[in-house]
């Protein structure tokens, strides 16, 4: 037998072989054994499960416990007092409320569900401000004892309703952006017309009778935000570019007076006073901080506003902070901010938030709570401590909802 030949049978032996194999691999082999499952997971690298039933791991055994909702996993891990993690949110209101404030009877708020106002008092009770019923009220504006408030409607107009008196009285739908002053018997306004000649900042009395004009604005009433000041020396403040990079404020007083005005490091102002008015809270965004709003405090006092103007490089705005006193506060902050945020401070609507406590006094920044719940997480709006300062209030942005965390 030549070569050739011997070649070809070991060429077709080994085809025969490689068949049988294959038919042997596909169809006679027995499965191999399956890993064993891991139950030392980590609960950070599950997929986003708040919702709806899961299956969970019991870590100290290789039994799964089915039908137990992500929330009760997390149940050990959530405290009910704020310490500086994860912590419980309580719904005190399971509807969407309005003028959330604080005074000294309690929680004051207007319930867009059933139409109506009602007081948290003291005693954690809720209870009616008046048996009358507001439909579609749109803002609401207190005055400091929450004796009073100026209701806005969608369609323009305004009322004045004395919650002690049960009276009302109508306001010109020209008005606007109101605040009470610290005596509750004036308010502050922005005129607005469909001609920016007659744009004016007013005041009046809280009835709306004895109005004066105190502030041309033209086209400019965008850059004026009204807010008495705690001395009911200002009425309103306005910001005017200096250059790319900053700003400068101008108070404006009711009567023309000639304020100091100061400077500030950024674009954006946004303001709020400290009880007493000792100090001033503001925010402004700059290239320095990706054009993200970062809070400043500065003196308050007419004589000193603007002196000694220190950065708190806290990225979130004064809407979302509360004073405790004149020497801390309360602020929610954006977890995460993308760049550019200072531009649309709406954007902060889809980024949840911690709460921190600031000493005014130190700088010091201390986390209080990263806020978790049966809606998951929270962004949080008009803030307010309790008198006693057990519980903080705030209103959820997206669902509107009242709700609260526990201080201690």
Known sequence: MDRKKILLVIAFVL?????????????????????????NFNAGNIPNINAGNVTIINDNSNQATTGLP???????????????????????????????????????????????????????EVEFLSDKKFYGVEKVTWTGNGDKAILEY?????????????????????????????TNDQIAAKWLSDNEDNNWLIAANDDGSGM????????????????????????????????????????????GESFKSFIVDGSGFASKWSPSGSALLYSVYNETTDYNPNLWVTKGRTSELGNIKVSLNVST??????????????????????????????????????????????????????????????????????????????????SGNLQSIRLK
């Open 154 to 182: 969608p369609d323009g107009s305004n009322i004045l309703y004395n919650f002690q008196t049960n009276k009302q009285v109508t306001l010109p739908p020209e008005l606007s952006e109101f605040s009470f002053n610290a």
């Open 317 to 398: 705005w004064p809407s979302k902070c509360t004073f405790v006193g004149e020497s801390g506060m309360y602020c929610a902050v954006p977890q995460g901010l993308p760049r550019g945020a200072g531009f649309y401070p709406e954007v902060a609507q889809d980024y949840p938030d911690n709460f921190y406590y600031i000493d005014l006094n130190s700088g010091m920044k201390t986390l209080l709570a990263s806020p978790v719940g049966p809606s998951g997480s929270y962004t949080a709006q008009n803030l307010f401590v309790s008198p006693d300062g057990s519980t903080l209030y705030f209103t959820d942005l997206n």
């Open 212 to 255: 004066f004009l105190v502030e041309p604005l033209g086209d400019k009433s965008y850059a004026v935000q009204v807010g008495f000041s705690p001395d009911n020396q200002v009425a309103a403040l306005h910001e005017k570019s200096v250059d790319a990079q900053n700003q400068e404020v101008y108070p404006i007083g009711l009567h």
């Open 70 to 124: 992500w929330q009760q996993y997390l149940k050990d891990k959530v405290s009910k007092v704020a310490n500086g993690g994860l912590t419980e949110v309580s719904d005190i209101v399971k509807n969407p409320v309005k003028g959330l404030v604080g005074t000294d009877q309690g929680m004051q708020y207007y319930d867009a569900n059933s139409q109506q106002f009602y007081r948290i008092n003291a005693k954690g």
């Open 15 to 39: 085809f025969v072989f490689g068949v049988g194999f294959a038919l042997y691999w596909v169809f006679f082999r027995s499965a191999p054994p399956q890993p064993g499952t891991n139950t």
